[in-house]
C-alpha cells in the first residue's frame, strides 16, 4: 500500500516562509513524480496545479503564480520530497496536498496523479 504523509503546513504572515516535506512508503520512491497541488479556501475555487518534479530532481515545473517563490526538491534516499514556499502571498492559503505517480502524461492535471497525501493546510495572513 503506498502512502504519502505531509508535514510542515501552518499560518505565517505574508512575505514569510514554509516548508512542507512529503514521505513516501510502499513504492519505489525515485520512480515516482513527486507533485503538489492546492485547494483555495474559497467553495467556487477548484484545486490547482503547484508544481511538480521527476524521479531523478533534476528537471521541474511550477505553475505561473508561483513560479520563483516556491521550490520543489527532493531526497531520494529520503523517500521524501519537499516544498519549499517563500514570499508567502494571501492567495497562498490552502490545503496543500502531495501528490505522487508514476508517469503522469499531463503534469498539471490532478487526475493523472494516483497516490495523495492527506492535506495539510497552509494559512498566510496579511
Known amino acids: 500500500q503506498v502512502r504519502l504523509v505531509e508535514l510542515g503546513g501552518g499560518s505565517v504572515q505574508a512575505g514569510g516562509s514554509l516548508r512542507l516535506s512529503c514521505t513516501v512508503s510502499?513504492?519505489?520512491?525515485?520512480?515516482?513524480?513527486m507533485g503538489w497541488f492546492r485547494q483555495p479556501p474559497e467553495k467556487d475555487r477548484d484545486r490547482e496545479f503547484v508544481?511538480?518534479?521527476?524521479?531523478?530532481?533534476?528537471?521541474?515545473s511550477y505553475a505561473d503564480s508561483v513560479k520563483g517563490r516556491f521550490t520543489i526538491s527532493r531526497d531520494n534516499t529520503k523517500n521524501t520530497a519537499y516544498l519549499q514556499m517563500n514570499s508567502l502571498k494571501g492567495e497562498d492559503t490552502g490545503v496543500y496536498y502531495c501528490?505522487?505517480?508514476?508517469?503522469?502524461?499531463?503534469?498539471?492535471?490532478?487526475?493523472?496523479?494516483?497516490?495523495w497525501g492527506q492535506g495539510t493546510q497552509v494559512t498566510v495572513s496579511s
Open positions: 501528490v505522487a505517480d508514476p508517469n503522469p502524461h499531463g503534469l498539471v492535471y490532478e487526475a493523472e496523479y494516483e497516490y
Open positions: 510502499g513504492r519505489t520512491f525515485s520512480s515516482l513524480f
Open positions: 508544481g511538480v518534479i521527476n524521479g531523478g530532481g533534476r528537471s521541474t
